[in-house]
């Protein structure tokens, strides 16, 4: 079975940028025909898809958070990673990993356990 695992710090300062990496397991982030996405929760909010880079290695975008976000992928540690520009307190969130079928939170067929980014002074 296909495992996710978010890591990164846990506490960022307003303005820095912050990076999360997802680990992979039991299967390969190059595989036809999958997407392997990024989504978010703020708190007492819903889930927000960031992006995602496909099994091709074409990235994917938020039109919202395109111009501060960059996703990237090391297929020899099948790992992936978030780059999240210019952080403030409203990018608070629980982080997923996720792989999915489509461009949607809803697509999503596999998650990782999250993990929490509070961006506080």
């Known amino acids: 079975q296909v495992q996710l695992q978010e890591s990164g710090p846990g506490l960022v300062k307003p303005s820095q940028t912050v990076s999360l990496t997802c680990t992979v397991s039991?299967?390969?982030?190059?595989?036809?025909?999958?997407?392997w996405s990024w989504i978010r929760q703020p708190p007492g909010k819903g889930l927000d898809w960031m992006g995602a880079?496909?099994?091709?290695?074409?990235?994917y975008y938020s039109p919202s958070l395109k111009s501060r976000t960059s996703i990237s992928r090391d297929t020899s540690k099948n790992q992936f990673t978030l780059q999240l520009r210019s952080v403030t307190p409203e990018d608070t969130a629980v982080y997923y990993c996720?792989?999915?079928?489509?461009?949607?939170?809803?697509?999503?067929?596999?998650w990782g356990q999250g993990t929490q980014v509070t961006v506080s002074s």
């Open positions: 039991g299967g390969s982030i190059t595989t036809n025909f999958y997407y």
């Open positions: 996720a792989r999915a079928l489509g461009s949607s939170w809803s697509y999503a067929s596999s």
């Open positions: 880079i496909a099994y091709s290695g074409s990235t």
